[in-house]
């Protein structure tokens, strides 16, 4: 039997999500389990909105957890490169074998139809997916096409009847009909892959034997599977765990809840109880108890114990474990944490400046900034309001501000004030206004020392959940309300950026 051989393959594109920790584990205890390797691939095709910061943060953050891959980008490997923007010759190369073989095509179709597309089949209530139009194109017409410089896409072929069944270890057989399968791109018209072509090229060169991803990926089976007969090689077996879900039975969402592995981090949660509570989500210990460590779950790992139910990421069922690994550990060994978490020179020498000024004497400090070291702030809601403002448009301006911060790619001072006043204009409030909403909503204070420093000092996702406890406080808006609500944002949002641009110099 070859070596059992798993990865993970998380997107540089934002913060470090729990999913991918929560993937990662159940990867990790699968593969140890069995004497095998964890693969950690990088997939940064999406050009537009991968930053090598944010794969620094996932890095860091998977570390923190205590999971650790036998090759990655930063270890290197004997399948490596693994990063996916470094191996696009392999993805143009078995692109053409595609093209080749007659399983995929060439597509030339502009934006602009495929927006019409989509209205059409939208209107039409029907199923969206593209119409196969570049399907009925002779060879002489595509010759013709690229010869006048028209840009293409590669996409798979599909059958236009029958039915796709695969089998997952976990669900038994799952079935598709191939008319609901969308011919999906494979190769971008910038010569990057899509997900679909890289994930299976890369699994197979990189001998992945067992392919473990959340659920949302099964609707992806057909595609890969008719990828893998297409290059005629052997499919992994594939395993779905189950999504991880917010109370109201909802995919674990931003929205609702913290997604961010550092915010937990930074919460004072111990990477022990994290791993022991994402464990807990899909697993239950032969033995049945609930606090355990990675290496106990590693030991009794089996893969066929998992178990399908949507877990609840529950917060104070979190809070409960991170209680009782906390309980565990010896007043020294606490103390050590509290100086690892917040209780270090480094950390106090950024907080120092920042708080000083407002200190009249030593026994001032923990006055000043306990908003610093709390897991949440406490404060009268209604203080949440500037003066002569409503609640509702208060939670409205936070709201604004929250899918604000998630644009920014650097949470420094200079980014945090132009988000200020870059929300205020929109908003229509003055910036007084819009920095009081915010310093009570982080600080649960209304006078605390300087907002941008504070905030810069904080971190992103902790400043972003607690606004959005405030949000949530007020009363969040319904699903439509709020998607309409972000449609208007993203739109004065798109049109004020546009009004920063400087215009063109004159020439004479």
């Not at 010869?147 to 599909?158: I, N």
């Not at 606090?291 to 409960?320: C, N, T, Y």
Request: a negative charge; aromatic letters at 10%.
């Amino acid at each position: 039997m070859s070596e059992v051989r798993v990865r993970i393959a998380p997107s540089p594109t934002g913060s470090p999500h729990v999913g991918t920790a929560y993937i990662a584990l159940f990867n990790y205890c699968f593969s140890k389990s069995q004497g095998g390797s964890f693969v950690l691939r990088i997939e940064d095709t999406d050009q537009a909105r991968s930053r090598p910061e944010h794969e620094a943060m996932i890095l860091d953050a998977l570390r923190w957890t205590g999971l650790r891959w036998d090759e990655g980008p930063d270890l290197g490997g004997p399948y490596g490169p693994y990063r996916q923007s470094e191996r696009t010759e392999h993805y143009v190369k078995h692109a053409q074998i595609l093209l080749d073989n007659g399983s995929a095509y060439k597509c030339f179709c502009t934006p602009e139809r495929l927006d019409r597309l989509r209205k059409e089949q939208t209107a039409a209530g029907g199923n969206l997916g593209y119409d196969g139009y570049c399907l009925g194109l002779t060879q002489q017409q595509v010759t013709e096409k690229e010869a006048a410089g028209e840009s293409f896409t590669v996409r798979l072929k599909v059958p236009a009847v029958g039915e796709c069944v695969i089998q997952d270890r976990l669900r038994g057989d799952v079935t598709f009909d191939y008319t609901t399968i969308d011919h999906q791109v494979l190769l971008k018209s910038d010569g990057f892959p899509t997900y679909h072509l890289a994930n299976v090229v890369d699994d197979h060169l990189m001998k992945i034997t067992h392919v473990i991803r959340g659920e949302e990926w099964l609707p992806s089976l057909p595609k890969h599977i008719l990828l893998y007969e297409a290059f005629g090689w052997q499919a992994p077996e594939v395993i779905h765990l189950p999504l991880l879900r917010n109370e109201d039975k909802s995919k674990l969402s931003k929205r609702k809840n913290p997604t961010s592995i550092l915010y937990y981090k930074e919460l004072g949660i111990l990477p022990e109880a994290l791993i022991n509570f994402l464990g807990m989500m899909a697993y239950t210990l032969p033995s049945n108890q609930e606090i355990f460590i990675l290496e106990q779950m590693v030991d009794s790992f089996d893969i066929d114990r998992v178990h399908l139910g949507g877990p609840i990421f529950d917060q104070a069922k979190l809070g409960w474990v991170n209680q009782q690994h906390i309980g565990a550990l010896a007043p020294e060994a606490i103390y050590e944490r509290l100086v690892q978490w917040r209780f270090n020179k480094d950390f106090f020498m950024k907080l120092m400046p920042v708080m000083a000024p407002r200190m009249h004497k030593l026994g001032d400090f923990m006055q000043v900034c306990d908003f610093m070291f709390y897991s949440e702030v406490q404060y009268d809601t209604a203080l949440l309001a500037p003066k002569n403002k409503e609640l509702e448009d208060t939670r409205d301006f936070l709201q604004k501000f929250i899918w604000e911060l998630e644009t920014l790619l650097s949470f420094e001072k200079p980014h945090i004030e132009r988000a200020f006043k870059k929300v205020a204009e929109i908003h229509g409030w003055s910036l007084r206004e819009v920095t009081h909403a915010a310093r009570v909503s982080i600080c649960g204070k209304t006078v605390a020392p300087p907002l941008y420093e504070v905030m810069a000092l904080l971190g992103s996702d902790i400043c972003r959940n607690r606004m959005l406890a405030a949000v949530k406080t007020v009363g969040e808006l319904g699903k439509k309300k709020m998607k309409k609500f972000q449609s208007a944002w993203q739109k004065a949002s798109a049109d004020w950026e546009a009004s920063q641009e400087e215009p063109p110099a004159e020439t004479e």
